[in-house]
């Protein structure tokens, strides 16, 4: 299994912190913002992962993580040319890169401190079909993709942002997903503001009844606004000094 982490995207809504650099280089509490999905990739038992990010920013990725070494991996890069293109669209950048394997997708800006390793194993013994993470938001998780499961853990619907949620599982920036996802996503036509959605290649799994929800304890987008940040922030600092993280 290769990994892919996504880590463009202009994000307006953190400016002026974004107005020189990329959010996933600010930091969270004692490190850049991108050593957390770096770090999950390794815990994961993932050796190859392809980092997409803007051209305007790969100079600083490429400055501050070199080859991956540090991280005990082999770190890769691409250029998103249309930051706007959507998450979709940065996933199919690494259909070369994958080479035919499974990938494990984060989002850079995602927080979390599960251990991937066991969804990975449990995913390759199938070995076919899409795999999402959700967690419990309660009466938040209308503001997210929201995803209904069965007893089973198999998806049942996923709705971005419904005024009436089905479930209080919150759809995260995790994802894996079999070899034939850059065939599903070719046939993606972009959504009303003009990105090929990551909602709409995971309801194209779910339409093949190949989609499967993994419940984690906490996550964090940290990348959503200020006040995310700052939770973020003071989530890992408090875990740090506690001996949790």
């Known amino acids: 299994m290769k990994g892919v982490i996504l880590a463009g995207g202009l994000a307006t809504r953190l400016r002026p912190l974004t107005l020189v650099t990329n959010k996933h280089l600010l930091p969270i509490y004692n490190k850049p913002m991108i050593y957390y999905p770096l770090e999950a990739m390794r ?8 980092l997409t990010t803007s051209g305007d920013h790969a100079g600083h990725f490429a400055n ?6 540090d991280f005990q991996l082999k770190l ?7 930051p706007k293109g959507g998450i979709a669209d940065a996933i199919a950048l690494a ?14 800006d995602n927080i979390f401190n599960f251990n991937l390793l066991e969804a990975r194993r449990k995913f390759e013994v199938k070995s076919k079909g899409g795999m999402v993470f959700g967690v419990h938001k309660d009466t938040e998780s209308k503001q997210y993709g929201v995803i209904e499961v069965d007893k089973n853990g198999k998806v049942l619907s996923i709705e971005e942002k419904p005024e009436h949620p089905k479930s ?15 065939a599903c996503i070719k046939h993606l036509s972009p959504s009303g503001r ?25 996550w964090i987008d940290a990348g959503t606004s200020y006040d995310e940040l700052l939770n973020a922030n003071s989530r890992v600092a408090a875990m740090v000094k506690e001996g949790k993280l």
């Open 43 to 50: 815990k994961a038992g993932i050796k190859e992962v392809l």
């Open 76 to 82: 890769y890069y691409a250029v998103q040319q249309n």
């Open 194 to 218: 003009g990105e090929l959605e990551v909602t709409d290649l995971n309801n194209y799994y779910l339409r093949s009844g190949e989609l499967t929800c993994e419940i984690i304890d906490w």
């Open 95 to 108: 259909e070369e890169f994958a080479h035919d394997e499974p990938i494990l997708v984060l989002l850079g």
């Open 64 to 69: 501050l993580l070199k080859n991956g070494e």
């Open 168 to 182: 209080d599982i919150a759809q995260t920036g995790i994802y894996i997903y079999d070899h034939t996802v850059f």
